[in-house]
């Protein structure tokens, strides 16, 4: 995966957490130094399979996690 591009996985009883991270990044996606990919971009209705297949993939990744 190039550097540009930023995979979110998470818990959705942290939405709040993924709402801040977007935020955070906001500016970035804006300038389009990279770009965001989570599963809030699934239009209703739609299939999650056929979307999973529009998102970035790659091999390179990092970890953010938090503890209650």
Do not use: C
Request: overall charge positive; aromatic content about 6%.
């Amino acid at each position: 995966m190039p550097r540009d591009q930023v995979f979110i996985s998470y818990s959705h009883t942290d939405k709040e957490w993924l709402e801040r991270l977007q935020k955070m990044l906001s500016p970035l996606v804006r300038n389009e130094t990279i770009s965001v990919w989570d599963d809030t971009m699934i239009p209703g209705g739609r299939k999650v399979e056929r979307a999973n297949k529009r998102r970035p993939r790659g091999g390179q990744g990092g970890s953010l996690t938090r503890q209650s």
